[in-house]
């Protein structure tokens, strides 16, 4: 588990390199997955970045889908 979620992490550095994610959001989904939240609340919260225009949805789905694999549900 602890090796998937750096695996996430990196992935979140390689977006934040390739300018599609911000270092406040990667910052705060970092924050999200150390306190291990469901699947829902992240996918809720990468939405609601949708919403803010903080997030491109491909931006969102790509880390959705890798926490999910992190968790085991991809």
Known sequence: QKEAA???KS???QMMDEGSL???VKDEVSKMMDQNVTADEMEARLQQLVTEGKLSPAAAK???DEYKR???LG
Do not use: E, Y
């Open 6 to 8: 750096g695996q996430t």
């Open 62 to 64: 790509r880390i959705l």
């Open 11 to 13: 992935t979140l550095n």
């Open 70 to 72: 992190q968790k085991g």
């Open 22 to 24: 911000t270092k406040p």
